[in-house]
Nanobody, 124 residues
């Protein structure tokens, strides 16, 4: 089992950058595929990005491709989401998730553990 705690959210202006972090407990962090999802008010939780266990493979939602970068540091049990050129449409609660099975996942149902979320608000 793994516990996830997100941090780094906040209020920024359009065009700004922000880096989210997700710290994981436990000794087996490197065995999990990690992902970021987000949920805007009144909308379903949607996939943002995912990264493989060794960080060699990543996959992004089309809406963030080229602007967001997911990375991980297995020595620090942490996964990051670097967000650039933020837009008001990026406003949401951002969630970190861990998947205990092989293969990247882009669906909520493919992840086993979730953090509590961190709010990102982008003003125009």
């Amino acid at each position: 089992q793994v516990q996830l705690v997100e941090s780094g959210g906040g209020l920024v202006q359009a065009g700004d950058s922000l880096r989210l972090s997700c710290a994981a407990s436990g000794r087996t962090f490197s065995s999990y595929v990690m992902g970021w999802f987000r949920q805007a008010p009144g909308k379903e939780r949607e996939f943002v990005a995912t990264i493989g266990r060794s960080a060699s493979i990543t996959y992004y939602a089309d809406s963030v491709k080229g602007r967001f970068t997911i990375s991980r540091d297995n020595a620090k049990n942490t996964v990051y989401l670097q967000m650039r050129t933020l837009e008001p449409e990026d406003t949401a609660v951002y969630y970190c998730a861990a998947r205990g099975r092989t293969g990247l996942g882009s669906s909520r149902t493919e992840y086993d553990y979730w953090g509590q979320g961190t709010q990102v608000t982008v003003s125009s």
